[in-house]
């Protein structure tokens, strides 16, 4: 199956300094990647959808200057939180999305395993 | 708009018990697609099925089965004769067949104990 690798796994930053989490799809070029957001004991979030060459579209109520997204490549998407405050840690899951069945146009979602954000 | 229900926050049974979580989904649209993905302590998403809105016919994989009913738009999930290792949050998602964001229910998290 398609594989989604996530850098790093788990990071600890200090309020006031910005992070960079990294996304990769593998094994197949992803034109779509989805940024979530998981705070504990609660369900995923959707914060923002990443199109290659193209501005990322952010969910309501995600601050697009706070979360920077960058999907310069076909494999590649990156979620910079800027000025990180205690209240951005979290789990952060990114999902690439495989290209259409060539003739259904059906596709899939593969998720990343995640990054653990803590903000000191 | 979409949404996903997932009524049981946690369940705990005991190992060999079968157990049954529940999702209800509503939406608009005539195409859509359901998933069930099993979130472990370690915290990466593992996917367990997909089933789109055409295809109302039960699915059985191991000890896992799936029952997708329309009238009541539900699809619940079976564990049968669980595991120490089934201990997990499961989530149900939804996806509408014009868009590409996945709904995610709040999870169930199932505690299988020895």
């Known amino acids: 199956g398609a594989v989604v690798s996530q850098h790093p796994s788990w990071v600890i930053c200090k309020s006031g300094t910005s992070v960079k989490i990294e996304c990769r799809s593998l094994?197949?070029?992803?034109?779509?990647m989805f940024w979530y957001r998981q705070f504990p004991k609660q369900s995923l979030m959707l914060m923002a959808t990443?199109?290659?060459?193209?501005?990322?579209?952010?969910e309501q109520g995600v601050e697009k200057d706070k979360f920077l997204i960058n999907h310069a490549s076909l494999t590649l998407s990156t979620l910079t939180v800027t000025s990180a405050h205690p209240e951005d840690s979290s789990f952060y899951i990114c999902?690439?999305?495989?290209?259409?069945?060539?003739?259904?146009?059906?596709?899939?979602?593969?998720f990343g395993p995640g990054t653990r954000l803590t903000v000191t | 708009a979409q949404k996903v229900t997932q009524a049981q926050t946690e369940i705990s049974v005991v190992e060999k018990e079968d157990v049954t979580l529940d999702c209800v989904y509503e939406?608009?649209?005539?195409?859509?697609?359901l998933f069930w993905y099993k979130q472990p302590p370690s915290g990466e998403l593992v996917f367990l099925i997909r089933?789109?809105?055409?295809?109302?016919q039960n699915e059985i994989s191991g000890r896992y089965s799936w029952n997708f009913q329309k009238s009541t738009s539900s699809f619940n999930f079976t564990i049968t004769a669980s595991q120490v290792v089934d201990s997990a949050v499961y989530f149900c998602?939804?996806?509408?067949?014009?868009?590409?964001?996945?709904?995610f229910g709040k999870g169930t998290k199932l505690t299988v104990n020895p």
């Open positions: 999902s690439a999305r495989s290209p259409g069945h060539r003739t259904t146009g059906s596709y899939e979602q593969y």
């Open positions: 089933r789109n809105s055409f295809d109302e």
């Open positions: 998602a939804l996806r509408e067949g014009g868009s590409e964001k996945l709904v």
């Open positions: 939406t608009r649209d005539t195409t859509y697609y």
């Open positions: 990443s199109n290659e060459g193209s501005k990322a579209t952010y």
């Open positions: 094994d197949f070029q992803a034109t779509t």
